[in-house]
């Protein structure tokens, strides 16, 4: 036998006893096996990816809720101890940097924009509040958020 030939056959007695030649046995992987771990892989990034994009919008509206609240419970504690905002408040709406500027709340400019880029709105009806637009940035909206 050739030096190549006798490293792939082996011998290996049957059940007679015979002396048989058999291949050795195959390592790796097939191309089937390659496929199948390969789609489960594709299909696995797929949700991490999708359950990714659902956390961190439900992240932005919790933080956008959270600022709300926040900037209300400032203008709050601040209507409090003046006494009231006076009769600028008529028009219904008042703009949250020019409250920013005379009630001195110490927010910074990027307060006043929610996670999407827009602008809040404080707004009088029937109590204070104040609104985002949402994620879609259009007022009327279901997305909008609200906090009394």
Do not use: C, H
């Not at 900037?71 to 409090?80: D, H, I, K, S, Y």
Request: a positive charge; zero cysteines; aromatic letters at 10%.
């Amino acid at each position: 036998m050739s030096a190549i030939y006798s490293r792939t056959l082996r011998t290996a007695p049957d059940a007679v006893g015979r002396t048989r030649v058999t291949r050795p046995a195959r390592r790796g992987f097939t191309l089937i096996e390659l496929l199948v771990v390969m789609t489960i892989m594709v299909i696995l990034t797929g949700l991490t990816v999708a359950a990714t994009r659902w956390a961190m919008q439900w992240a932005e509206l919790r933080r956008a809720r959270t600022e709300m609240s926040t900037m209300l419970t400032e203008f709050a504690e601040w209507m409090v101890k003046t006494g009231g905002y006076g009769d600028s408040v008529a028009a219904g709406s008042i703009s949250l940097r020019q409250v920013n500027r005379e009630a001195r709340l110490e927010f910074d400019d990027k307060a006043f924009t929610d996670p999407w880029g827009n602008d809040y709105a404080l707004a009088y009806r029937n109590g204070w509040e104040i609104r985002s637009a949402g994620p879609d940035g259009a007022w009327g909206t279901p997305d909008d958020l609200v906090v009394r």
